[in-house]
């Protein structure tokens, strides 16, 4: 059962343009939601998170919008720029219990001139 | 500070063969977790550590697969007679510990790119 949706699969913006990937979580327990990045050859790196007792994250032109009553969240990148081209996997962790991470099945981002 | 590293970065072998992989967490972390990566797919959590013990292997697929934490540092996941789905990249993670607050920043390693032929 997967406890971490995750849409799209891939996704094509234009340079300037704003990516946006959606998540949906089941698990209540959750109560921390990080945004990770991978590039080709590398590992997954922490890109931004957030907790439920708020409805906004922006880090930059990074920006986590959360709803909590319908169980999603999204990551907004304002003004992509093509060294924004990677995947991105959402995930969700319940922090009480044993703080594995349960993974979206990713969205590989293109951006393009 | 070095992040965490694992070796080898790439590995092939024939089916029914035993392989390691080695993982060393960033110095200090309590916490040291394994993913699998498939093609196409997400992250699969495969088993926890916290020191040398492992609270939670509920992610392991069978019995060919195990792990050993030792000093509270070094991590080697083995995986016994090896299978074509077995193929993927493992990945490790540290957390300057498990649990509560600080439970939320885990570090990936590179990973180790597994093929078995």
């Known amino acids: 059962q997967q406890q971490v949706k995750q849409s799209p699969q891939s996704l094509i913006v234009q340079k300037g343009g704003i990516s946006i990937i959606n998540c949906a979580y089941e698990?209540?327990?959750?109560?921390?939601f990080p945004w990770y990045q991978q590039f080709p050859g590398k590992g997954p790196a922490l890109l931004i998170a957030?907790?439920?007792?708020?409805s906004e994250k922006k880090e930059g032109r990074f920006t986590i919008s959360f709803n909590k009553s319908a169980k999603q969240f999204s990551l907004h990148i304002m003004d992509s720029q093509p060294g924004d081209s990677a995947t991105y996997f959402c995930?969700?962790?319940?922090?009480?219990?044993?703080?594995?991470?349960?993974f979206g099945t990713g969205t590989r981002l293109q951006v393009t001139l | 500070g070095a992040g965490v590293s694992q070796s080898p970065s790439n590995k092939v072998t024939e089916k029914g063969k035993d392989v390691e992989l080695r993982c060393d967490p960033i110095?200090?972390?309590?916490?040291l977790y394994w993913y699998r990566q498939s093609l196409g797919q997400g992250l699969e959590f495969l088993i926890y550590?916290?020191?040398?013990?492992?609270?939670?292997k509920s992610g392991l697929p069978s019995d060919r697969f195990s792990a050993e934490r030792t000093g509270g540092s070094v991590s080697t996941l083995t995986i016994q007679r090896t299978q074509q789905e077995d193929s993927a990249v493992y990945l490790c993670?540290?957390?300057?510990?498990?649990?509560?607050?600080?439970?939320?920043?885990?570090?990936f390693g590179p990973g180790t790119r597994l093929t078995v032929l």
């Open positions: 993670a540290s957390s300057p510990i498990a649990g509560g607050v600080f439970a939320d920043t885990q570090y």
């Open positions: 698990n209540t327990a959750f109560d921390y």
């Open positions: 957030i907790r439920p007792d708020v």
């Open positions: 995930a969700a962790i319940g922090t009480g219990t044993a703080s594995k991470l349960t």
């Open positions: 110095s200090g972390h309590t916490a």
């Open positions: 550590f916290q020191g040398n013990s492992a609270p939670d």
